[in-house]
């Protein structure tokens, strides 16, 4: 897959095949989308683009930009859209400029300009421009005058992709972990940067790696303890190697219940790794977060979570 970033540098597709969105999560709903494009490129030997925006259109004009919470960075994003088999994706800039752009002029100076689009696979609640007032209508108009085909994606699978985005979401803060794997069709996943905390869990014989998201955006799951896999980004994708270890997210209150935080132990390993990225895969939840008697309490109870961990990841 090409990954296009700059917008007066497109090549020339080949008979485009055009669909737009922020695709977050790239989930089982989004496939369903992704198939019927790449179906429409095969019957006319063309080329699958999709165009997405970052940073999230919501970020920029949304009423409560803060609250955005997002279930992949554009990095990952990119790797789920390579792995879905598209042929280009094209990464817009969303500023204020572009979106206050008439909608005549997103057509016509944006996708016809740039893309030459063969045909534009899309949904009927799809809005764009000033205010967002062009839609799917002006669109056909377009279509009618011959600049480009137009394919309404059926209502039925724009309902399940929204639904489904909601409900991961929905899990993901509830902490049922399982139910969200299987509507994104994989385990989610995220990066933080190693820094340095009060290491209370060295003295309780369970050293942490504290982490501070890479991403602002991305959503936290609910606060609790959880089973999970851990690669270092620093080293080579193929000399990775695939760490085991349990998982705590949330305020601590047996500790101090200030601030909350995230933070890894990973078993059988004693490096140095402030400042490095790690990449957090979350397999299981075990439990809540609990407040305990006492750090000895505490300390049995990492003992217990540690055993369930071993036992969950070796499924």
Do not use: W
Request: hydrophobic share 40%; with cysteine.
């Amino acid at each position: 897959m090409q990954v296009h970033r700059n917008i007066s540098q497109l090549p020339q597709f080949r008979n485009a095949i055009i669909t737009i969105g922020t695709f977050d999560g790239v989930h089982q709903g989004h496939h369903s989308i992704i198939s019927q494009l790449k179906k429409e490129a095969e019957r006319v030997s063309g080329e699958t683009v999709i165009i997405t925006f970052h940073p999230h259109p919501r970020r920029i004009v949304g009423k409560e930009p803060q609250s955005v919470q997002l279930l992949n960075s554009l990095s990952e994003k990119i790797r789920l859209l390579e792995e879905a088999g598209i042929n280009h994706l094209v990464v817009v800039p969303f500023t204020q400029e572009f979106a206050a752009q008439p909608p005549a002029s997103y057509v016509e100076d944006f996708l016809i300009k740039n893309f030459h689009p063969h045909t534009i696979i899309i949904g009927y609640d799809h809005r764009f421009g000033q205010n967002r007032q062009g839609d799917f209508h002006l669109l056909e108009d377009y279509a009618r005058k011959n600049l480009f085909n137009l394919v309404e994606i059926p209502g039925k699978l724009l309902e399940e992709a929204t639904i489904s985005s909601t409900r991961i979401r929905q899990a993901l803060l509830k902490g049922e972990v399982e139910l969200a794997t299987s509507l994104l069709g994989y385990d989610y996943c995220f990066e933080g940067i190693v820094v340095k905390g009060n290491q209370l869990g060295r003295t309780l014989g369970y050293p942490t790696a504290n982490l501070v998201l890479t991403d602002n955006e991305k959503l936290i799951p609910a606060n609790g303890v959880y089973a999970v896999t851990v690669q270092r980004i620093s080293e080579k994708p193929k000399a990775a190697s695939l760490l085991k270890g349990m998982m705590n997210i949330g305020v601590r209150p047996t500790v101090d219940g200030l601030n909350r935080v995230i933070e890894v132990n990973i078993f059988d390993f004693s490096e140095d790794i402030y400042g490095e990225v790690l990449a957090v895969t979350v397999k299981h939840r075990l439990r809540a977060e609990e407040k305990f008697n006492g750090l000895e309490a505490l300390k049995e109870q990492l003992a217990k979570d540690k055993i369930m961990s071993i036992e969950m990841l070796a499924c």
